[in-house]
Antibody, heavy 116, light 107 residues
Framework: QVQLVQSGAEVKKPGASVKVSCKAS????????ISWVRQAPGQGLEWMGW????????KYAEKLQGRVTMTTDTSTSTAYMELRSLRSDDTAVYYC?????????WGQGTLVTVSS | AIQLTQSPSSLSASVGDRVTITCRAS??????LAWYQQKPGKAPNLLIY???SLESGVPSRFSGSGSGTDFTLTINSLQPEDFATYYC?????????FGGGTKVEIK
């Protein structure tokens, strides 16, 4: 069965970086792109960006341009999202999701807390 | 970026009610719209893709309609497990965007 398993919760200080992983299984990793979505406490869903299934092409939300990098390691079927220069308003649950027709499978979420 | 406006932002309904949620896009997006259900502490769950196609395993009481700028999610005969927050998302243009969400609460 399709699964996306994310890395564990992180606590970071302002200005630091965080890298969240998303390990896929149960499907051909190179056949589907991966989106990253975050949700601040009590807030709605925010699309962060997308990485292509086969050539590493990326699309990022304008507000995160320059601070976010999405990559994949096809040898381990793992996607990564790195966010730099963290601020308190980056505190959120971060999700990866497989892009089919819609985001059809999601990781369990990774809580990233930014606090001094 | 395409903006998606959901209405209402919240609603109260009873088990057995028919519920309708709307999503309006700031520009035409053809049928490139999905609907998700999210329960507290859980990841979103895809209900509808391509505006009106029911995702596998989703109960048939959920349906979607619309194209262009105006879309609707309908839940026929609301069940206790349907109390949740619902989001629309457009896939027509990058950046992909979500609506603000509709919280469906028990009356």
């Amino acid at each position: 069965q399709v699964q996306l398993v994310q890395s564990g919760a992180e606590v970071k200080k302002p200005g630091a970086s965080v890298k969240v992983s998303c390990k896929a299984s149960g499907y051909t990793f190179t056949s589907y792109g991966i989106s990253w979505v975050r949700q601040a406490p009590g807030q709605g869903l925010e699309w962060m960006g997308w990485i292509s299934d086969n050539n590493g092409n990326t699309k990022y939300a304008e507000k995160l341009q320059g601070r976010v990098t999405m990559t994949t390691d096809t040898s381990t079927s793992t996607a990564y999202m790195e966010l730099r220069s963290l601020r308190s308003d980056d505190t959120a649950v971060y999700y990866c999701a497989r892009e089919g027709r819609g985001s059809d499978y999601w990781g369990q979420g990774t809580l990233v807390t930014v606090s001094s | 970026a395409i903006q998606l406006t959901q209405s209402p932002s919240s609603l109260s309904a009873s088990v057995g009610d028919r519920v309708t949620i709307t999503c309006r896009a700031s520009q035409g997006i053809s049928s490139a719209l999905a609907w998700y259900q999210q329960k507290p502490g859980k990841a979103p769950n895809l209900l509808i893709y391509d505006a009106s196609s029911l995702e596998s395993g989703v109960p048939s009481r959920f349906s979607g309609s619309g194209s262009g700028t105006d879309f609707t999610l309908t839940i026929n005969s609301l069940q206790p497990e349907d109390f949740a927050t619902y989001y629309c998302q457009q896939f027509n243009n990058y950046p992909l965007t979500f609506g603000g969400g509709t919280k469906v609460e028990i009356k």
